[in-house]
């Protein structure tokens, strides 16, 4: 009898509510547009958000640019965005701020997460701390990363890492780093390590790297051992490309071996590589096969150059023609 008495009731509301929003009441429209909204209808639920917001109902606002984004129409988004956040809607402040960012208009979109920041929103602080950090305006960056972090954003303890390695405070970014490790995904952070690494954001692709490596996810700890070893790092370079053999990445063995050769160790190098290639690493096979060309090794250096070749690389199959070629001037 109380669950019936329960929907009797649902069902008055809904009655009085439809009747007060056709009547032109500013709460029941944006509740319509909520209910419709939850029921999967957005026709009904853009209708409806769109008469509340146009009767100044600033969640309205907000809530219609939010479903007009996801409808693929951001233009039209921005502008019930720029109406909410002028109106002081701190959540439609910072999704304006991404809006303007992803149109390529920077200083707008600091502004917006400046303000969104100011009035406590979490994200916009995490976003506007990127934005300082690749201007190079370290003291800021790191206060407003700190405040994202602090509050739990995993953008802000990424941002607030890579502040404090740039200041050479690694030892105080470790730790945010196995926050961000603990509260996010390590395929995750390695995503965003590469995509940061794409645009040449080294210090930012390096945050990501060593919290998905903190997490204990092997690629983050090659990627990052990449990271440190083109920037002349070569001990932690090696520190974390042996976190990664261990867990048996040969990507991280062929590196170990690519660093072995440097020093001058072919014999370390070479046990390297056959680790590697043991696991199927094609780099390994070429490296083996130079090595053995090195030593005059030329049988063994045709078969780890056929075996590169036969996996279509085209580093083995050209290493293999210069053999051939050598082969038959000699």
Not at 123 to 148: C, P
């Amino acid at each position: 009898m109380g669950a019936e008495k329960r929907k009797w009731n649902t069902r008055v509301d809904d009655y009085l509510n439809r009747k007060a929003a056709e009547r032109g009441h500013v709460i029941a429209m944006a509740r319509m547009g909520s209910t419709a909204l939850e029921r999967g209808d957005l026709d009904e639920a853009e209708v409806w958000f769109r008469k509340a917001a146009e009767g100044g109902d600033r969640v309205a606002m907000g809530n219609l640019a939010h479903l007009l984004a996801e409808r693929g129409v951001p233009e039209k988004a921005e502008r019930w965005y720029r109406e909410a956040a002028t109106a002081g809607d701190s959540h439609a402040m910072s999704h304006l701020g991404n809006l303007c960012a992803q149109r390529g208009d920077v200083a707008a979109a600091e502004d917006w997460w400046r303000r969104a920041a100011t009035e406590g929103r979490v994200e916009a602080m995490a976003e506007l701390a990127r934005t300082l950090h690749r201007r190079g305006e370290l003291d800021e960056a790191a206060y407003w990363a700190g405040e994202a972090a602090e509050a739990g954003n995993v953008e802000g303890m990424i941002t607030l890492g890579a502040v404090l390695c740039d200041t050479g405070r690694t030892a105080e970014a470790e730790p945010w780093w196995r926050k961000a490790g603990e509260e996010a995904d390590a395929s995750a952070l390695c995503k965003l390590g590469h995509q940061a690494q794409q645009r040449n954001d080294l210090a930012r692709a390096e945050s990501c790297y060593h919290a998905a490596a903190a997490a204990g996810a092997p690629e983050a700890a090659v990627r990052l051992g990449l990271v440190l070893h083109r920037r002349g790092e070569l001990d932690a370079a090696e520190h974390w490309y042996l976190k990664a053999a261990k867990r048996g990445d040969a990507a991280a063995m062929t590196n170990l071996g690519v660093l072995a050769n440097d020093r001058n160790d072919p014999g370390e190098a070479t046990a390297w590589y056959r680790k590697a290639a043991e696991l199927g690493s094609v780099p390994a096979y070429t490296n083996l096969g130079r090595l053995a060309a090195d030593h005059g090794n030329f049988q063994e250096a045709e078969h780890w150059f056929r075996a590169a070749a036969d996996t279509g690389d085209q580093a083995g199959q050209r290493d293999l023609e210069e053999l051939y070629r050598n082969r038959q001037r000699f």
